[in-house]
């Protein structure tokens, strides 16, 4: 069974910094591309940042330079470091998979999400 469980969301004042983490099992970890997503209220899932098993990362737009994708292969785990956090940042912020399963087969997979909230 594959498991995606996202932690380290709150609340934080404009300008301040959250770490995001997820931890994934089920997978070839190392294997797989990982992405965060993040969804506000009325508004469409959104692509944040991605990193491919290869360490290739890319970012939207609105995010260069504050928010930093990494990863950890031993840990089975992929991180979202957040700065300079936006008002308009809130949304609820999931981890995604895409990759080889431990039990076979490719699956894109998404965890339950974690809230973030900034306020003004």
């Known amino acids: 069974q594959v498991q995606l469980v996202e932690s380290g969301g709150g609340l934080v004042q404009a300008g301040g910094s959250l770490r995001l983490s997820c931890a994934a099992s089920?997978?070839?970890?190392?294997?797989?591309?990982m992405a965060w997503y993040r969804q506000a209220p009325g508004k469409q899932r959104e692509l944040v940042a991605s990193i491919t098993s290869g360490g290739s990362t890319n970012y939207a737009d609105s995010v260069k330079g504050r928010l930093i994708i990494s990863r950890d292969n031993a840990k089975n785990s992929v991180y979202l470091q957040m700065n300079n956090l936006k008002p308009e940042e809130t949304a609820v912020y999931y981890c995604?998979?895409?990759?080889?399963?431990?039990?076979?087969?490719?699956?894109?997979?998404w965890g339950q999400g974690t809230q973030v909230t900034v306020s003004a």
């Open positions: 089920g997978i070839i970890f190392g294997s797989n591309d």
């Open positions: 995604r998979a895409y990759g080889p399963r431990r039990v076979g087969g490719i699956l894109r997979s």
